[in-house]
């Protein structure tokens, strides 16, 4: 299959501190920074790509970079596969993540978690890989 080694959909956020939104993902769900274009000021982040260390990444900027997007902050939902939802609900808590639903089974056979950045984005993480 074509590029069965790369990601191919990429979600898309925008902050209104992308710096400090940057920051939060790193320390509270462990996404890993893989490229950060600053503006032209240093609370102003172009591009930004954080890669999701089970596979998978996302991209994301500051709303007032003016990239011709439409996002609007606090605005977006994503969710990422884990094996390890507890533990991982256990270390966004401690990063500073509100908690909109705790880690559960779900009655299709996974188990999950969702909580909310401080700007307002709800991130679902949990074991369903799809069907």
Known sequence: MPGENKTLVWPVLAYEDAPAGIRFLVNAFGFQ??????????DVVVHAELLWPEGGGVMLGSASAGEGHAIRPGGAAVYLVTDTPDELF??????????????????YGARGFT???PEGNEWSFGTYAGG
Do not use: C, H
């Open 90 to 107: 256990d270390q966004a808590v401690a990063g500073g993540a509100e908690v909109v639903l705790a880690p559960e089974d779900k009655d």
């Open 115 to 117: 909580v909310r950045d």
């Open 33 to 42: 920074e893989n490229v950060v274009y600053p503006g032209e000021t240093p």
